[in-house]
């Protein structure tokens, strides 16, 4: 086995990485620009090892994209990258197979191969917005067109706050980090990150521990449906709001034990941020054949 790379296109920065046999051996992260800028970063990481081309590419990106064509769709997170045919420009850059899949379950491959390794787990991304990734028997669950696991997406609370998905009252839209800073704006009336809102509520805020205490129910509440549903051994969280975790844990715990059956056992990811680039070199080998690129 040679060398492989591992792409995580965030909203913010993007990471690239190359392993050798499944061990990261360098890595780069820089804001999040364009298409030309992931290639520069790929070579400048190859040229320092005297490394060429490598097996494979493999890059995860926020939803929606088209796994069959291998291009991003119109992403409103990453409006200037609507349209790139991430496959095809990253596969002549380098003259190797390219793979692309949504970020949360290039997530969920990462914690498969490299984090927990449980065979049955439903992992959720708790960020910005809210992401997810299936597995079961050690398998990721894709659907049709490779966008299942869009666990943010589940309506918890109808005429509920709009989800830019355009519903009301997803999970995302309850729990996420926009839906938090939003809830700020609106009940506070103050322009505030999730962030703050959380360390204000840590300290006392009563107005700022509503919120907050409204967005762990929403998680727990959503991580006792997926509980039922899949019988996972675990549910694996990462994402910027498990920063907090110290904090924020014991109301989400506590909200998904009273909505389960039996108390749902949640872990952090061991990877920290690097989950979704572990999943990204990880993605060649758990491709669905059926949605590969034509
Ligand atoms: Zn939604």
């Known amino acids: ?11 913010t920065r993007t990471r690239v990485a190359l392993f050798r046999e499944g061990t990261l051996i360098a890595r780069e ?16 990481l190859l040229a320092a090892r005297g490394a060429e081309r490598p097996d494979t590419i493999g890059v995860g990106a926020p939803a929606p994209l088209d796994m069959r064509r291998g291009v991003i769709l119109n992403c409103p997170n990453l409006p200037h990258w609507s349209g790139v045919r991430v496959v095809e420009e990253l596969e002549r850059a380098f003259s190797c197979p ?11 491959i990462g ?7 449980a065979r049955d787990f439903v992992y959720i991304t708790w960020s910005t917005g809210i992401g997810g990734g299936i ?25 509920g706050p709009h989800c830019r998905c355009g519903k009301r009252g997803c999970l995302e839209a309850l729990a996420s980090g926009t839906g938090i800073a939003r809830a700020a704006r609106e009940r506070l009336h103050r322009e505030l990150t999730a962030a703050q809102v959380v360390e204000l509520a840590r300290n006392g805020d009563p107005g700022a521990l509503s919120i907050v205490l409204q967005a762990c129910q929403a998680l727990g509440q959503g991580i006792a449906i997926l509980w039922e549903i899949f019988e ?10 498990t920063n907090s975790w110290d904090y924020l844990g014991p109301y989400v715990l506590e909200a998904a034990a009273r909505m ?5 056992r949640v872990e952090l990811t061991p990877l920290g941020d690097d989950v979704g680039l572990y999943g990204a070199e990880a993605l060649p080998r758990h491709y669905p054949s059926g949605l590969l690129p034509t």
């Open 111 to 117: 914690e498969l191969e490299y984090g927990h390794r």
């Open 260 to 264: 389960a059956r039996s108390e749902p």
């Open 232 to 241: 996972p051994e675990i549910i694996v969280l990462g994402g910027g709001l």
């Open 29 to 44: 992260a820089f804001p999040t620009e364009g298409l030309p800028e992931v290639v520069a970063a790929i070579r400048k």
């Open 98 to 108: 390219v793979y692309l899949a949504n970020d949360a379950t290039c997530a969920a």
């Open 1 to 11: 086995m040679g060398i492989t790379v591992g792409v995580d296109i965030g909203g």
């Open 135 to 159: 597995v079961a028997g050690g398998r990721v669950l894709w659907g049709k067109s490779g966008q299942a696991g869009e666990v943010g997406h589940m309506v918890l609370l109808p005429n």
